[in-house]
């Protein structure tokens, strides 16, 4: 079983920052196949630089 496969990020407060700086690092990871974004301040923006990084990995099949 992956310890690291599963994340939750809930409840931080992140950010358009944030999530393009996350977005960058999922374009990287393989290995993440869980994440939980809930009660995060995330916005159209953030969305979008998380979307950019969700289109380059292969492995994430659940966001929350």
Partial sequence: ???ACSRSLSNNDI???G??????????N???TSLNLHRNQIGNE???AIAKGL???GSLTKVC
């Fill in 30 to 32: 393989g290995s993440l």
């Fill in 19 to 28: 999530c393009i700086a996350l977005g960058k690092g999922l374009e990287a």
């Fill in 55 to 57: 289109s380059d990995n």
């Fill in 15 to 17: 950010g358009k920052r």
């Fill in 1 to 3: 079983v992956c310890s």
């Fill in 46 to 48: 953030g969305a979008a």
